[in-house]
């Protein structure tokens, strides 16, 4: 079982809708954690970094429950532009466990 | 800004040979990283370093070896590669006092 857990989609939703994506973690001892974004065949980059209190950008808000050991990150308003696989990240110093990433396609 | 660059971008290597994948950094970054993506697992880290001169072991480090001479390089050497180290393998660093990892373009490896 892996470290931490995604749900590998793929979610297909029209432009405009709002998509909400979830990742649990397994190493209570996480003290970071992450979403990253990956286009096909290109490298991972941060979209976001993820706090307890949440946190926004944009369309973009992430949450994490340290109870639950659960994260989420919600798009709203989605774009074509937003079609990604998203990567889920928990770390602890250098040990970072990513999850093996949830496919959105937006379409028009 | 370059950031940082991994050489070669794609390779198709014999089983038993060796090969050493190449990973530089512009940015300064104290640490690097060694990941391998396979289908469905996600990436794995393969191995770390913390500043020049030190290494350590990720989650699959078996069949891989790194090195650490300097700040701006770190790279991947497999002695011996077999089938199932073909992946894409994606070399990332990080500032001191940060939690983002910055990752290169890949290679994508193929054993055969």
């Known amino acids: 079982r892996k470290e931490v857990e995604q749900d590998p989609g793929p979610f297909n939703v029209p432009e405009g809708a709002t998509v909400a994506f979830n990742c649990t973690y397994s190493?209570?001892?996480?003290?970071?954690f992450f979403w990253y974004r990956q286009d096909c065949r290109k490298e991972p980059k941060l979209l976001m970094s993820?706090?307890?209190s949440g946190n926004e950008d944009g369309r973009f808000t992430a949450q994490l429950n340290r109870a639950s050991q659960y994260i989420s990150l919600l798009i709203r308003d989605s774009k074509l532009s937003d079609s990604a696989t998203y990567l889920c990240?928990?770390?602890?110093?250098?040990?970072?466990?990513f999850g093996a990433g949830t496919r959105l396609t937006v379409k028009p | 800004t370059a950031g940082i660059t991994q050489a070669p971008t794609s390779q198709i290597l014999a089983a038993g040979r060796s090969m050493t994948l190449r990973c530089t950094q512009d940015?300064?970054?104290?640490?690097m990283y060694w990941y391998r993506q396979d289908l469905g697992l996600g990436l794995r880290l393969i191995h770390y370093?913390?500043?020049?001169?030190?290494?350590g072991k990720g989650e699959v480090p078996d069949g891989y070896s790194v090195s650490r001479a300097n700040t701006d390089d770190f790279p991947l050497t497999l002695a011996s590669a077999v089938p199932s180290q073909t992946s894409v393998y994606f070399c990332?660093?990080?500032?001191?006092?940060?939690?983002?990892?910055?990752f290169g373009p890949g290679t994508r490896l193929t054993v055969l």
């Open positions: 940015m300064r970054h104290n640490a």
């Open positions: 990240v928990g770390s602890n110093n250098n040990d970072m466990r």
């Open positions: 993820v706090y307890s």
């Open positions: 190493n209570s001892a996480s003290q970071s």
């Open positions: 370093s913390n500043t020049a001169g030190t290494t």
């Open positions: 990332a660093s990080r500032s001191s006092g940060t939690d983002t990892q910055y």
